[in-house]
């Protein structure tokens, strides 16, 4: 059964204008702004907030006159929350309806960052496409998952690897392996990478790593628990990038295991121990779109996939060991 909103607010004439508005103005903070974001007049901006505070019987923007930059009041800010979600659930709406309408059978959209795009992706998608070979793959590519996650909220992509932690949103997620950060330091250069002239007993450390992955402040949190104060030389979100620069000489880096290329001579690798940081990769999708029965075989093609990619890299480099200056 359809639920009616309390307070009669359909009855009033709510419509989803009214929320675009909100959220135009809370994102330039003008009404001017808002106005050329959505295309509309001022004046037309205008009523529209004021018959959206009329319906719901409060007031939601702030409006100091002048120059001075209009805000949201608090019901301001927890109406566009709600409004967001909204927008969300009429998104996956929209990407079920076209679905079926290009037939769900028949494409499958599917995002990847780059190290998983390497070492998972291709032997998932042969094994599925052994099962399925009527479904049309459309592969997204991305350096990091960020703009993955926010393309499978908004419903343009059905599934995509990412990292845990995921935002706050309507996503769910099956875990694939979990890809400990092993310590990067150029080849031969041994424990002498790791002596330095710090303050109170600490270790200068010159590092490399991730500019935007989420783990990157973990990273430097471990290394400062082993009594290191990390000197950040250079920032990249390339594998390559930041593996290179260490054979260079610039720096130390704690990059994930599924990202190095384990047989770069011109690099030494180590492990970091039990309670070394750890990255957990997954595969996500819409909470509240409808799983297509493509999507559940995509799953479990990587799950079986990534199980015999966390046993191979496991062997690899069974043989390296914790590296002492850490203990």
């Known amino acids: 059964m359809l639920k009616i909103p309390t307070r009669e607010w359909l009855k009033h004439g709510i419509e989803l204008r009214h929320f675009a ?16 974001s959505l295309g ?60 079926l309408a290009m037939g769900a059978i028949g494409t499958l959209r599917v995002g990847s960052f780059q190290s998983a795009g390497a070492r998972i992706l291709p032997e998932v998608l042969r094994r599925f496409l052994d099962d399925h070979p009527d479904v049309k793959i459309e592969l997204t590519e991305a350096v990091t998952d960020l703009d993955l996650v926010s393309q499978v909220e908004r419903g ?25 950060f092993l310590l990067v330091i150029p080849a031969g250069g041994g424990s002498a990478a790791f002596r330095g002239n710090g303050t109170n007993g600490g270790r200068k450390l010159p590092l490399v790593c991730f500019r935007s992955c989420g783990a990157t402040r973990d990273v430097i949190d471990f290394l400062r628990s082993r009594g290191f104060e990390p000197n950040v030389v250079l920032s990249s979100d390339h594998n390559e990038t930041l593996q290179g620069a260490v054979a260079a000489g610039l720096g130390a880096a704690l990059i994930p295991r599924l990202s190095l290329d384990l047989s770069d001579s011109a690099t030494e690798l180590y492990g970091l121990g039990e309670d070394g940081p750890v990255r957990l990769v997954s595969i996500i999708w819409h909470a509240e779109r409808s799983v297509s029965a493509s999507v559940h075989s995509f799953v479990a093609a990587a799950k079986e996939v990534c199980v015999k990619v966390s046993d191979g890299l496991e062997r690899q480099t069974e043989e390296m060991i914790a590296l002492l200056p850490l203990e």
């Open 156 to 180: 343009e992509l059905d599934l995509a690897f990412a990292i845990e932690p995921l935002p706050e949103g309507p996503l769910r997620s099956a875990l694939l392996l979990e890809d400990p």
């Open 21 to 36: 508005a909100l959220e135009a103005v809370a994102t330039g903070s003008s009404f001017s702004r808002a106005a050329t």
């Open 40 to 99: 509309y007049t001022q004046s037309a901006v205008s009523q529209q907030i004021a018959a959206l505070e009329r319906i719901v019987g409060q007031q939601l923007v702030q409006r100091p006159g002048g120059q001075k930059a209009v805000s949201l009041t608090e019901a301001g800010q927890v109406l566009l929350g709600h409004a967001h979600a909204i927008g969300s659930r009429i998104a996956a709406a929209e990407a079920d309806m076209d679905a």
